[in-house]
């Protein structure tokens, strides 16, 4: 199917479709499309630079994330996505000096939070990774998935009470969304926890 003669709301869809069957350069192509009519539109870039990294295209995704970064630098995705985007490839000080980055201009972004905390933990700086968990659980305490990596971060510390209290908080939001089997995993590493 050409993508020649669609509108800008049609490639976008089309470039969406084409990344959740998994053809991510098809998506990119989408995208591209839809950018040579929105040049500045920042869900187009974003979702663009993620397609590049799911297929090893690391430094296509940065330079597109830059270009976000630009457009807007008040909007957190760039930031967050371009620091994932450096842990993909595990250069982990160059996501830490992103998120930084990010945050000096949006201190209570949680997503960024995390990026940084997990290439701290990556970089092997704990106490950092666990201080930057913390921050981001400050501003967003609703996502499971950072109270479980708070968990780990505490696990390397054998701080077992603290870990079998971020795994039951974490089994208890799994709870509400109706994710039980997640909640009895967080449950029984809480559990493992207090038995250490």
């Not at 371009?82 to 209570?108: M, Q, R, V």
């Amino acid at each position: 199917m050409s993508l020649d003669n669609l509108l800008v709301d049609e490639l976008i869809t089309k470039a969406r479709s084409f990344r959740q069957q998994g053809q991510n350069k098809k998506a990119i192509e989408a995208y591209r499309k839809a950018l040579e009519h929105e040049p500045e539109n920042l869900d187009i870039l974003n979702e663009m630079g993620l397609a590049h990294i799911h297929i090893g295209e690391q430094s296509d995704a940065i330079i597109v994330f830059d270009l976000a970064i630009s457009i807007e630098p008040k909007d957190y995705r760039g930031y967050s996505n371009k620091a994932e985007a450096y842990l993909t490839i595990g250069d982990f000080e160059a996501a830490n000096t992103t998120a930084d980055t990010g945050l000096k201009i949006l201190p209570k972004n949680a997503e960024i939070w995390t990026k940084k905390a997990r290439a701290l933990e990556s970089l092997l700086q704990i106490e950092d990774a666990i201080a930057a968990y913390n921050q981001a659980l400050l501003n967003e305490s609703g996502n499971p998935e950072t109270w479980k990596a708070l968990a780990l971060c505490l696990d390397a510390q054998e701080k077992w009470a603290a870990v079998a209290r971020a795994y039951r908080i974490a089994a208890g939001l799994h709870a509400r969304r109706g994710e039980m089997q997640d909640a009895d995993s967080c449950e029984k590493f809480a559990q493992m926890a207090e038995r250490s």
